[in-house]
């Protein structure tokens, strides 16, 4: 293994020359820090992390505590994405990740954060789809730095989608259509329905759109059954939605087949708009109209965020960063009274 003192051999300079080069010092000169830099890619250095680690009181590993109710891990697409762009843009700041949890560990139950104590960890990134469980208080009340998706804690930075106006913009378009007779159903209670509740509130009361409580039905998210099961519900009805929102793209999979399955077409004979813009979503025929939400921006953001509260603890502040996502248009809803 490649050690400063052989680069340091090669060009003729000392150890800490060496060092001092390759970890950015402004005292050792530009063509100096090129010419070492160079050499240690050629002779294939890498830093030893334990070292590193001892030197800068920093292990360069952040934790990802990722929880998702409906147990679908790393096959949900929206957190999928999300976490590849917080890795990718770690990576690209010299930082690893590992996901942490509460577990066993020699023996012993571990919290999530005496897993984060225990892993060494030098900020946490917090996904997840119930933020009010203990394990997460532990953490957010911890003394490591931590950024959280899609919630919001006084104390702590929070990198969101912009939900609320996503579900207007979803809104207005369906109004736009000509369509009155609207029915929602939402994802369990959390803070991003909340805020899509909100938003849909909104954007009906401002197109004088009444909401009818029987249409409004609270299901699940990433839930196709629960969804299909709903939306049979609403086509029951006395009087039936002229089209139904449903709480994500993947759970739309469970409302498109009910409607198929009770002997109607979308959007000839009903319209459906989703929201998540997940690619399954755009495969479908018709392809579905949803809202797609900026995942790469919301990662790589998350890591900006947390690597700048490690490294810049004085000058980074806790804040609130909103990232705006992209409506799209698909073929799920009908033009009514031949509106274009």
Same mark, same amino acid.
Not at 27 to 47: C, H, I, K, N, Q
Not at 109 to 122: A, I, L
Not at 226 to 232: A, R, V
Not at 270 to 277: L, M, Q
């Given at each position: 293994m490649v050690s400063l003192k052989d680069i340091s051999v090669r060009c003729g300079v000392s150890v800490a020359t060496v060092s001092k080069a390759l970890n950015g010092h402004k005292?050792?000169?530009?063509?100096?820090?090129?010419?070492? !830099?160079?050499?240690?890619?050629?002779?294939?250095?890498?830093?030893?992390?334990? $070292?590193?680690? *001892?030197?800068?009181?920093?292990?360069?590993n952040l934790? +990802?505590?990722?929880?998702?109710?409906?147990?679908?891990? *790393?096959?949900?697409?929206?957190?999928?994405? !999300?976490?590849?762009?917080f890795k990718t843009e770690a990576e690209l700041?010299?930082?690893?990740?590992?996901?942490?949890?509460?577990?066993?560990?020699?023996?012993?139950?571990?919290?999530?954060?005496?897993?984060?104590? &225990?892993?060494? !960890?030098?900020?946490? !990134?917090?996904?997840?789809?119930?933020?009010?469980t203990p394990d997460v208080f532990e953490v957010i009340n911890g003394d490591i730095p931590v950024v959280t998706i899609d919630h919001i804690f006084d104390c702590r930075t929070a990198v969101v989608s912009n939900n609320e106006s996503g579900m207007e913009k979803l809104?207005?378009? +369906? $109004?736009?259509?000509?369509?009155?007779k609207i029915a929602y159903i939402q994802g369990k209670r959390s803070a991003v329905a909340e805020k899509r509740l909100a938003g849909f509130w909104k954007a009906c009361t401002a197109r004088g759109i009444e909401i009818r409580p029987?249409?409004?039905?609270?299901?699940? &998210?990433?839930? /196709?059954?629960?969804? &299909?099961?709903?939306?049979?519900?609403?086509?029951?009805?006395?009087?039936? /939605?002229?089209?139904?929102?449903?709480?994500?793209?993947? $759970? $739309?999979?469970?409302?498109?087949?009910a409607i198929k399955?009770?002997?109607?077409? +979308?959007?000839?004979?009903?319209?459906? +708009?989703?929201?998540?813009?997940?690619? &399954?979503?755009? *495969?479908?025929? /018709?392809?579905?109209?949803?809202?797609?939400?900026?995942?790469?921006?919301?990662?790589?953001?998350?890591?900006k965020q947390l690597i700048s509260l490690i490294e810049n603890p004085r000058s980074t502040f806790t804040e609130v960063i909103t990232v705006d996502g992209q409506f799209l248009e698909g073929g799920s809803v009908k033009k009514l009274n031949g509106i274009k």
């Open positions: 005292d050792v000169s530009e063509a100096t820090r090129e010419r070492l !830099v160079r050499t240690a890619r050629e002779m294939g250095y890498f830093p030893n992390a334990q $070292a590193r680690a *001892l030197k800068t009181n920093r292990t360069y934790g +990802v505590m990722f929880l998702d109710e409906a147990g679908r891990g *790393l096959t949900h697409e929206f957190f999928a994405k !999300v976490l590849n762009s700041a010299g930082y690893d990740i590992t996901f942490i949890s509460n577990k066993d560990i020699g023996g012993r139950r571990m919290s999530t954060f005496e897993h984060c104590k &225990y892993r060494s !960890v030098d900020g946490i !990134v917090i996904a997840c789809t119930d933020f009010t809104l207005n378009y +369906v $109004a736009d259509c000509g369509h009155k029987e249409w409004l039905l609270t299901g699940d &998210y990433c839930n /196709p059954d629960n969804t &299909y099961q709903l939306t049979k519900k609403l086509l029951k009805s006395k009087e039936i /939605p002229t089209c139904i929102f449903m709480p994500d793209d993947y $759970a $739309a999979i469970g409302g498109l087949n399955d009770c002997g109607l077409s +979308v959007p000839d004979d009903i319209s459906a +708009v989703g929201y998540d813009g997940i690619a &399954y979503s755009q *495969l479908l025929s /018709p392809r579905l109209t949803t809202y797609s939400q900026d995942t790469p921006k919301i990662g790589a953001t998350a890591a």
